[in-house]
């Protein structure tokens, strides 16, 4: 199964929709295919611009490694050298932090989310709500 553009759009609508009723920050959330590549991305108003990097970061270490954000963030605690060199890998791009939301399908990965703007755990909460809603398992 691979993620549709239908899918991402609802993800989005329903992640920031939670991040309203949650009384969040302004958020932006990005979905990710299970290669990494953005599907759809929306950066509310009142979310800084450089936004994008986290969330995609957030994402992209998730689908990457295949392995949610509170994971990757205990990995980084427990083996800090480890991370480092992950990050390095892949060029800097991994922020291993609440809020990349791993998204499976009949147990297989087929993509990501990444939620900012807020705390990193309520990024993670409103992600899920967005995998929630497209029908999908997520690990956050």
């Known amino acids: 199964m691979t993620l549709t553009l239908e899918q991402a759009r609802t993800i989005i609508s329903a992640t920031r ?3 309203r009723d949650m009384g969040l920050k302004p958020l932006s959330v990005v979905v990710l295919d299970s290669g990494g590549h ?6 509310e108003d009142g979310a800084a611009p450089g936004r994008f990097a986290i969330a995609q970061g957030k994402a992209y270490g998730a689908v990457m490694l295949g392995m949610a954000g509170r994971a ?11 991370m480092a060199a992950v990050n390095g890998v892949y060029g800097g791009q991994v922020v291993p932090v609440p809020g990349g939301v791993l998204l499976r399908k009949g147990g297989v990965v087929v993509g990501a989310i990444g939620v ?5 755990d309520n990024d993670a909460d409103a992600a899920l709500a967005g995998a929630a809603a497209a029908g999908l398992d997520a690990e956050a």
Do not use: C, H
Not at 72 to 82: D, V
Not at 116 to 120: E, H, I, K
């Open 116 to 120: 900012t703007g807020d705390t990193s």
């Open 38 to 43: 953005v599907l759809a991305f929306e950066r």
């Open 72 to 82: 990757q963030m205990a990995r980084a605690e427990a083996q800090a050298y480890f």
């Open 17 to 19: 929709a939670k991040g």
